[in-house]
């Protein structure tokens, strides 16, 4: 007779080294998931009071789904263990009553409760009128046009692509669109709210603790949806006050040159530059640029070399941006009006 113990063990052994091959090659898509867990970005790690509420919902759902599952795969296991004597009808039938049926549904109904109750934290309703106070958001292809109103006695301001907001403070957002629905979403402040043409909608945030967040658009709006960010920047009350007083007086580098050169290449036909007398509606407020995070909506780090890049073909950025390639330039003139640009702080 063969010596069936040792091809047993062989078999397990073999059997343990392809689980284990099998999870080898699972564990870098393990730490690719939880690697977007958190950062600029995560409703995992909120910074602000709905989205505080929207993750304490999250923690409750999943603790609720993995009850039902739980429990489902409790009574799979106990339904198919091995028994000297068959089940009876009525056994049969409480078992599923109890575990398939009343389990699931008190859990179901528990957590709808506790939806139904947290709903208000989620999404207050507020009915914000423009003339109260709300910063002006509009998408468009494929920026952000951010107005802050007059407030205070102090004249209000337009800045693009990053919002800046004091802590602890409720903040009012008017939003629109001019050219297709985009999506406002502050992931780590709170929920999304559409952005319609036509139709304004508000929305108000409260953010709890400073910080640099990315707001991504959360509606496919174009070629280059994927490169469409605001920066939001949560700030102590008086750096916010001292930012808003920089905004208003607009004043950064007094490099003639720079500035000439931008007003002979028609730059401001488009851009606006605070203190000149062309101003531009169609594209980003230029004011301060150079004190960004980014440009480009998030596309690059603020940097001169990036601004060269980006006057010197966009669209090799951005595909689809309106703006069009000035590579026919000379070199020093893009060089001298990014240098400029990026001194405005």
Known sequence: MP????????NVSGTKGKNLTILRHLLPF????????????????????????VYRLFIVM???GAAIWLGVAALFLHAARHRETVWAPEQASALIGWGGVALPVVVLLGLLGYAVWLMPAIRPWTAVPESNGAVEITGEQF?????YPSKDGLPGFETANEIRLPVNRPAAFSLKATDVI????????????????????FLTLVPTRTGIFRSPCA????TSHAYMALSV?????????????????????????????????????CHSLRGQEIAGQTAPDLTLVGSRQSIGAGSLANSTENIARFIRSPASVKPGAKMPAFDMLPPGDIEDMARYLGGLK
């Open 182 to 201: 985009h999506s406002f979403w502050i992931p780590s402040l709170g929920g999304k709210m559409d952005m319609i043409p036509g139709r304004t909608n």
């Open 233 to 269: 920047i949560v700030m102590e009350d008086e750096e916010f006050a001292a930012w808003r007083s920089r905004q208003i007086s607009g004043h950064g580098e007094t490099d003639d040159h720079g500035r000439d050169l931008i007003q002979r290449h028609g730059c401001l036909g």
């Open 143 to 147: 920026w952000w046009r951010v107005r």
């Open 219 to 222: 509606e496919f709006c174009g």
């Open 62 to 64: 999943v603790i609720g």
């Open 30 to 53: 393990a730490v690719l998931m939880l690697a977007g867990c958190g950062g600029q970005q995560s409703a995992l790690e909120p910074a602000g009071k709905e989205a505080e509420a």
């Open 3 to 10: 010596p069936l113990a040792p091809c047993s063990i062989s």
